[in-house]
């Protein structure tokens, strides 16, 4: 192939950014059509500079907005291409029509979305308000909690999303500056590896193909609407998970790195835990093992896939613990939090007592800090001493001001 | 954990610093992390750098930390920001400046009574690699006070890390990192 290989050391001291850039290089991506934005942009940056510096056959399309950015990655998908793109905030705001299209038309387009606070006020800081906007675009959503993740999860996504059987487009996501401008040790495959694992796109119903004439992006209307998407629906009901768990077990065999649905954290005898996302996850297992050091047998709960909702893993990662607080890290701007939902509905229905509450934190960026859970992890206990949420329902942490809790 | 705060303004290399650090301390088989707070991200603005580094795998993402040292290397930002923010008794400080420790805490009184090492990075990235662009000569003067690695070793894995960069700006940085950790005090 006409495109030079890259030599890297095992361990290589990436950010997250660095991290997605060079697994989208190893995947040897056809197109890249993209419109740079704070905190993504080094992402789609790095994947331009190896195709110029000759590591990558490619095509990178400079466009003038997000919209276009995703619209050309569904042309260039539509075409039969391997294509991929990172955005965050505002510019996955302006991707959002197009969004729906690319997982309507089937596309397997992988998006590095570096999670980043939304407008109003400015904000160029890491939440999860964006990725919490377009839960129900039909995306699977992949969530990373360090840089390892990030170059792991987009091997991994470009295997899942293209499988024939799924034709599904997947986000990968991690959190603005704290994992994308983080720089931490990267365990690294070489680019043979890498492209093994990943394999030759191979595309279906690619418009390129003209011995076999397809139609794209069509009209339905009551007809034929429902059931489009119904199937859709299905596909991700009952085909991705078991997709997913195929080339997690894959990718363990290859590298040794373990991930599941959701990623569980000294919770087989936890009394209370912590369920979150992003990197948030790590700090929180790092202050529960201090907590069992004083006698409070804490746990973590990491959503590993967000979309589709890893309903069954939910409920198993949480049978028998006996205080949960969920955080979510954007503003349900008048409702219960997300992961509170999400939490709640799953749990409904089975036998358990366990006490749920729910957290706002982090906006824009504002920092968790190891203090602040180590209050939380307490704050659960004497939920449980006390046999009832002791607070109210919904709680902020981390926000000046006086105390605000809801419900 | 060793922890590291780093002031600086945008644009003279903290960031570049703090992951060059990083990415020597890697290769010794101890695990890193290096951030930034960027805030506007305007050059010159004042901004702040951190490392972390642990014989195990680091999981803490909080950017709160109480640094085991501090890195001025802009003169005037150990007088115009709280560079003392979250001391502990041990915090190290190494500042950029043209006066002397002494001058330095009896213009700054925060600094008393604290340990305090400076050096003139500026003026030495001014005459070896031609740009105030600090970030390497305040690493060769941490590796003096800390005596984390042996300076020839830390030079070579320097080479290395500013690899793709002209031999000229190599070997400028390396007389950089070389001079810092010889005029340290």
Not at chain 1, 111 to 127: K, T
Not at chain 1, 134 to 163: K, M, T
């Given at each position: 192939m006409a495109f030079d290989k890259m030599e890297l050391q095992k361990i290589e001291v990436w950010d997250g950014n660095r991290a997605a850039a060079q697994a989208l290089r190893q995947a040897q991506v056809d197109v890249v059509a993209a419109y740079p934005i704070t905190p993504s942009t080094p992402i789609v940056e790095g994947y331009a500079k190896f195709l110029a510096d000759g590591y990558i056959e490619?095509?990178?399309?400079?466009?003038?907005?997000?919209?276009?950015?995703?619209?050309?990655?569904?042309?260039?998908?539509?075409?039969?291409?391997?294509?991929?793109?990172?955005?965050?905030?505002?510019?996955?705001?302006?991707?959002?029509?197009?969004?729906?299209?690319?997982?309507?038309?089937?596309?397997?387009?992988?998006?590095?979305?570096?999670?980043?606070?939304?407008?109003?006020?400015?904000?160029?800081?890491?939440?999860?308000?964006?990725?919490?906007?377009?839960?129900?675009?039909?995306?699977?959503?992949?969530?990373?909690?360090?840089?390892?993740?990030?170059?792991?999860?987009?091997?991994?996504?470009?295997?899942?999303?293209?499988?024939?059987d799924i034709r599904l487009p997947a986000i990968v996501n991690q959190d603005g500056f704290m994992t994308s401008h983080t720089a931490q040790g990267v365990h690294t495959l070489s680019d043979d590896e890498a492209y093994a694992f990943v394999g030759e796109y191979k595309p279906m119903n690619d418009m390129l193909d003209f011995e076999h004439p397809v139609t794209h992006g069509v009209q339905t209307e009551e007809d034929w609407h429902f059931e489009h998407k119904a199937r859709q629906h299905n596909d991700l009901m009952v085909k991705v998970m078991p997709k997913i768990k195929e080339v997690f077990a894959d990718f363990e065999k290859l590298t040794g790195r373990k991930y599941n649905l959701v990623e569980k954290y000294d919770m087989d005898d936890a009394d209370v835990c912590v369920v979150c996302m992003g990197s948030s996850v790590e700090t929180a297992r790092e202050v529960a093992t201090e907590m069992r050091a004083k006698g409070i047998k804490a746990g973590v709960v990491g959503f590993r896939v967000f979309r589709p909702i890893p309903f069954a893993e939910i409920i198993d990662a949480l049978k028998g613990v006996k205080a949960i607080a969920a955080l979510d890290r954007s503003s349900p701007n008048g409702a219960a939090g997300t992961l509170f939902n999400e939490i709640a509905g799953a749990l409904f229905n089975t036998d358990t007592k366990a006490l749920l509450s729910g957290y706002v934190y982090g906006l824009g960026g504002r920092d968790l800090t190891k203090a602040h859970l180590t209050a939380l992890f307490n704050e659960l206990q004497a939920n449980v001493d006390a046999g009832k949420v002791t607070t109210q329902l919904q709680q902020f942490i981390g926000v000046r001001g006086p105390k605000l809790a809801y419900l | 954990m060793l922890e590291i705060r780093w002031h600086s303004r945008a644009g003279q290399g903290a960031v570049t610093g703090a992951k060059g650090l990083a990415d020597v301390i890697s290769t010794t088989g101890k695990h890193v992390q290096a951030f930034a707070f960027y805030g506007s991200a305007k050059r010159g603005a004042a901004m702040t750098a951190y490392n972390r580094v642990d014989d195990k795998v680091i999981m803490n993402h909080e950017k709160y930390m109480k640094p085991d040292y501090v890195f001025v290397i802009d003169p005037a930002l150990a007088i115009t920001t709280d560079i003392t923010i979250n001391h502990k008794d041990s915090t190290k400080y190494i500042i950029t400046t043209h006066m002397s420790t002494e001058e330095l805490i009896k213009a700054q009184p925060k600094l008393e009574g604290k340990d305090v090492y400076t050096v003139d990075c500026i003026t030495i990235a001014n005459e070896t690699i031609g740009r105030a662009i600090p970030n390497t000569p305040m690493l060769g003067a941490f590796m003096k006070v800390s005596q984390m690695y042996d300076i020839e070793f830390f030079k070579e894995s320097m080479k290395r890390v500013l690899g793709k960069l002209p031999q000229k700006i190599i070997d400028a940085n390396m007389l950089a990192i070389q001079r810092a950790f010889d005029e340290v005090k």
């Open positions: 490619g095509e990178f399309a400079m466009v003038e907005s997000e919209h276009a950015a995703m619209s050309a990655c569904i042309g260039a998908a539509a075409a039969g291409g391997r294509v991929a793109t990172a955005t965050s905030s505002q510019g996955l705001a302006l991707m959002s029509e197009t969004l729906y299209q690319a997982s309507g038309m089937r596309l397997p387009i992988i998006l590095n979305l570096v999670n980043r606070a939304l407008a109003s006020p400015l904000n160029v800081n890491g939440d999860h308000s964006d990725m919490y906007m377009i839960r129900d675009s039909g995306w699977i959503q992949f969530d990373a909690f360090c840089p390892q993740e990030s170059y792991d999860l987009n091997l991994i996504a470009f295997r899942v999303a293209e499988d024939h | -």
